[in-house]
């Protein structure tokens, strides 16, 4: 799938994905158009960067865009940034428009939005919930003896607790025989890379090491993934790759959303917390999650696509 650019020789499009950049949003976006594709629902993906401010306000008042190209059949996008430039597009071309959030705007401007059930969804007509963000996993063979420890880092939402993450990570790789690799993320202090370095019998993998392709083929194989629970995403990935998952703590500073969302999954018995862990191989997961496919089901049924 090709990203364009203005004035572009744009081909006829079944989904148009208005993407911000952010890789997150991006494969939220991706997860839901791939999701459709293999329903058979869609063939062709596009993406493109959001209109600037001024060009999606003019398209709003007037109805028409500063270029043409055959409309899409189906626009979708996630982020704020997002929002101005789908509805400008739905206004221009008349076809529906997704939104992977609680969107900034009125829900009523939007055909269906896809909202993770720990952003508390409004009962709408027009608003879906889901569990967590969608994301591209796909479950793959399994590798028997594999594990993953997936490592997030302090944020505006937790601290962080390297000492006892460590401790921790050791205890999980030394109780649970097998081959274990130990990734982090970009927001991992340098300070846990190192505590991490000094462990044994692990594979320590560097975010900035990684390709984008690399996790979701990990996650595929891996029986086991281990991760820190304010790596919420990264919760719901390896809930839709099939792993056995257990959560590692950090030292939380309110009691938001994220960590609404974590304790729901706890409570479903989805996750195996490291305090409630006897030592033995994490148990098979009770379910897999398949939102993307989910919400795919959702959009064609109500005739978005």
């Not at 493109?48 to 109805?63: D, E, K, T, W």
Request: charged share 20%.
């Amino acid at each position: 799938m090709a990203k364009r650019g203005w004035g572009a020789n744009w081909a006829l499009t079944d989904i148009l994905i208005v993407s911000d950049g952010k890789a997150g949003h991006r494969n939220q976006s991706l997860g839901l158009a791939e999701a459709l594709v293999r329903l058979g629902s869609a063939t062709t993906i596009e993406q493109m960067a959001p209109l600037s401010r001024y060009h999606a306000v003019m398209a709003l008042i007037f109805g028409r865009l500063p270029w043409s190209r055959e409309k899409p059949r189906l626009i979708v996008g996630a982020g704020h940034g997002t929002h101005l430039t789908m509805l400008a597009l739905k206004r221009c071309w008349r076809v529906p428009v997704i939104v992977l959030m609680k969107p900034s705007l009125p829900f009523f401007l939007f055909d269906l939005c896809l909202i993770p059930e720990h952003d508390s969804p409004p009962s709408r007509g027009n608003v879906a919930a889901t569990r967590g963000a969608l994301n591209r996993i796909r479950p793959g063979v399994k590798v028997p003896g594999s594990g993953l420890v997936l490592v997030g880092g302090p944020s505006r939402n937790n601290d962080w607790d390297e000492t006892q993450l460590a401790a921790q990570v050791d205890q999980v790789c030394k109780r649970s025989p097998g081959s274990w690799t130990v990734a982090t993320s970009r927001r991992t202090p340098a300070s846990t890379v190192r505590r991490l370095e000094s462990l044994t019998g692990i594979e320590l993998v560097l975010a900035e090491n990684t390709t984008p392709d690399w996790l979701p083929k990990k996650l595929a194989t891996a029986g086991q993934c281990w991760v820190t629970e304010d790596s919420v995403s990264m919760v719901y990935e390896a809930l839709t790759a099939g792993c056995a998952v257990g959560l590692l703590p950090v030292p939380w500073r309110r009691e938001g959303r994220l960590l609404r969302g974590v304790n729901a999954l706890k409570g479903q018995g989805l996750l195996t917390p490291f305090e409630r862990w006897s030592g033995e191989p994490l148990p098979a997961p009770l379910q897999i999650l398949n939102e993307a496919d989910r919400c795919a089901d959702i959009v064609r049924s109500r005739g978005l696509i």
